[in-house]
């Protein structure tokens, strides 16, 4: 509506119920119980399932979900739970709601995400949330997407090989958390294609794969593989390396499959150029290594200028850096977003907006600043 001095004012009441709904499902659950108190109208409609298809909740010191909202949470399709490992009842809380949300539900969840917050317990290794979300999944899951990536402890083989069996609806599983180690190895991977058919977006450790693993992948009867998310830490090592080959077979097989790879400083800098096979489709690369990088740089530019879109660096400053950035901008005009946790020149910098139309956000800064370094958004 509008006013004398031809302003605007938003009155929520104006808006249809359902338009409301779809607004109140992004709230967290704390405010959505706040939203419950505001008047009648707003009441009535935060017990509209749409209220409540996306929903975070938090479990923290302190906090607990009210009950009267508890016959409610059986309603969320899309579950993100955030919650501080450093007290045990936290824990308690997180499986209580899922226990609420997924086994009272009639396995209407479709999506999961946990993420755990503070520092972690020392020697907690997790396997009272990994048998808990075990035992609540064998209630019957219709889950299709899985995001293990905030948990800061080991997935064991056995965790994923019966989530994989409790949930074979899972189109999107995300098990590349960061964990000090790698715990699954490339025949529970086998196992997890195998129970899960329509698998087509998959994040895991890249010392997970294989190439009977990568054969799996290609059977004529699997969906196309859209993404593949890859944590390349200490663990490849001890594996066989991937060769070029194999991932221009995969590429071939799903050409519209794009990989994001996160290189970590645990990954010894010998192993580094051969997880930078030229074959990859890279998209999304994050060299987090905190070595030279110099070699690294000029694959990229030379390997990925087709695909790369998201570039994140850390590594030490140089003449020699410079250089190899400006020359990269140059070729990888597709680039979206480039941060490079170190000082750059501004001849960097002008070679990145020059270079790079499609340029939105980027981190690069000509002299040091206090931690953390804020990224700068252009559109």
Not at 193 to 209: D, M
Not at 236 to 243: D, E, I
Request: aromatic share 6%.
């Amino acid at each position: 509506m509008l006013t004398e001095d031809k302003g605007l004012i938003w009155n929520g009441m104006d808006l249809p119920e359902e338009i409301l709904a779809h607004i109140f499902s992004f709230l967290p659950l704390q405010d959505k119980c706040n939203a419950f108190t505001v008047c009648k109208a707003w009441s009535n409609i935060m017990t509209h399932p749409s209220s409540w298809k996306d929903t975070e909740v938090r479990c923290e010191s302190g906090t607990s979900v009210p009950d009267r909202y508890s016959a409610l949470l059986p309603l969320v399709r899309n579950l993100k739970l955030r919650m501080c490992l450093t007290d045990p009842a936290n824990r308690k809380t997180a499986l209580w709601v899922l226990q609420q949300a997924v086994a009272r539900g009639d396995g209407r969840m479709e999506g999961l995400s946990i993420c755990c917050e503070g520092n972690t317990p020392l020697f907690y290794a997790g396997q009272d949330l990994q048998q808990g979300l075990v035992d609540i999944l064998t209630n019957g899951s219709s889950l299709t997407v899985l995001d293990l990536k905030g948990v800061p402890f080991t997935l064991s083989d056995s965790f994923v090989r019966s989530v994989a069996m409790l949930c074979p609806a899972l189109q999107s599983l995300y098990i590349n958390n960061h964990s000090l180690v790698c715990g699954v190895n490339a025949e529970t991977l086998k196992q997890v294609l195998k129970c899960c058919q329509s698998l087509s977006v998959l994040g895991v450790f890249q010392a997970s794969l294989s190439q009977d693993v990568f054969k799996d992948l290609m059977f004529p009867e699997r969906p196309a593989l859209k993404k593949l998310e890859l944590r390349c830490e200490r663990s490849l090592k001890y594996t066989v390396p991937l060769c070029d080959q194999i991932w221009l077979e995969l590429k071939l097989r799903h050409p519209r499959l794009w990989v994001e790879l996160e290189l970590d400083h645990t990954l010894p800098e010998l192993h580094v150029p051969g997880v930078l096979q030229p074959s990859i489709p890279v998209r999304c690369l994050r060299l987090l290594t905190w070595t030279l990088l110099l070699d690294e740089v000029r694959i990229v530019r030379q390997s990925y200028a087709n695909t790369l879109e998201v570039l994140e660096l850390q590594t030490i400053p140089s003449p020699e850096l410079n250089s190899e950035l400006i020359a990269l901008a140059k070729q990888c005009v597709k680039l979206q977003e480039v941060h490079c946790y170190c000082v750059v020149s501004q001849e960097v910098i002008t070679a990145f907006f020059t270079n790079c139309p499609n340029l939105c956000r980027f981190t690069l800064k000509t002299h040091k600043e206090p931690h953390p370094w804020t990224s700068t958004k252009l559109k």
